[in-house]
């Protein structure tokens, strides 16, 4: 068990939905980090939140938005979901955001997007 | 993008056997990572070997790192069927300030 919790662990939603995911990280962890994973696939970086701001992106779109509050919990929101969009969400927390700093990952929240 | 490929994508073996996944990578890093995920779940931080390491050992896990070439093997000795999962590496720092890059994935299956 990492201490990284996520919720909820399954949610199903039609396209044009918005959706809000959420993470709570490791005690002691200042950056959370959001992957999307489909099926077969690794892990695909979304983008990096490091004391409330965001620290790095990925090439997804602005449809997929973050927060990141003071008790360094995060959320992942992506408006206007696609069939694509349907995939293994994942976050990440880690002690500091140096690239390549040790990542400890919450269980995921599987989507599926009809 | 992704940055690392695993080799094999799949592989079965029996239990008690070893078992290698090789990955390469296409730019300069400060580490590579193993990971192992089970099942579609969150994955766990296996091992992580600086650019300036050569070898390293965790309990039955070995990985070698030849940044020459940019590669990795992560060697799994005396499999058990516990070990089934999918196994990831992920290289930090160098290009990328701030994130992990990711291969596919080797797919693991230890038959009982």
């Known amino acids: 068990e990492t201490g990284v919790t996520q919720s909820p662990?399954?949610?199903?939603?039609?396209?044009?939905?918005?959706?809000?995911?959420?993470c709570s990280s490791q005690s002691g962890h200042n950056t959370v980090s959001w992957y999307q994973q489909a099926l077969?696939?690794?892990?695909?970086?979304?983008?990096?939140?490091?004391r409330e701001e965001e620290n790095g992106?990925?090439?997804?779109?602005?449809?997929?938005?973050?927060l990141q509050f003071p008790n360094y919990?995060?959320?992942?929101?992506?408006?206007?979901?696609?069939?694509?969009?349907?995939?293994?969400?994942?976050?990440?927390?880690?002690?500091?955001?140096?690239?390549?700093?040790?990542q400890y990952f919450g269980p995921g929240t599987r989507l599926l997007v009809l | 993008s992704q940055?690392?490929?695993?080799d094999p994508q799949a592989l079965s073996?029996?239990?008690g056997e070893n078992a290698t996944m090789n990955c390469s990578y296409k730019t300069s890093i400060n580490?590579?990572?193993?990971?192992?995920?089970?099942?579609?779940?969150?994955?766990?931080?296996l091992i992580l070997i600086r650019s300036n390491e050569r070898e390293k050992h965790s309990g039955r896990l070995r990985v070698t790192l030849d940044t020459s070439k940019k590669s990795s093997s992560?060697?799994?000795?005396?499999?058990?069927?516990?070990?089934?999962?999918?196994?990831?590496?992920?290289?930090?720092?160098?290009d990328s300030n701030y994130q992990l890059i990711w291969g596919a994935g080797t797919k693991l299956i230890i038959k009982p």
Request: proline share 4%; aromatic share 10%.
């Open chain 1, 73 to 102: 919990s995060s959320e992942l929101n992506v408006n206007a979901l696609e069939l694509d969009d349907s995939a293994l969400y994942l976050c990440a927390s880690s002690a500091t955001p140096v690239g390549g700093e040790t």
């Open chain 1, 9 to 22: 662990t399954h949610l199903i939603k039609t396209r044009g939905q918005q959706v809000t995911l959420r």
């Open chain 2, 13 to 15: 073996i029996q239990e």
């Open chain 1, 57 to 66: 992106r990925g090439n997804f779109p602005p449809r997929f938005s973050g």
């Open chain 1, 40 to 50: 077969g696939q690794g892990p695909q970086f979304i983008f990096q939140y490091y």
């Open chain 2, 31 to 45: 580490n590579l990572q193993w990971y192992r995920q089970n099942s579609g779940r969150g994955l766990v931080h």
């Open chain 2, 3 to 6: 940055q690392g490929e695993e």
């Open chain 2, 74 to 94: 992560l060697l799994i000795t005396a499999s058990r069927a516990a070990d089934t999962a999918s196994y990831f590496c992920a290289t930090g720092g160098g």
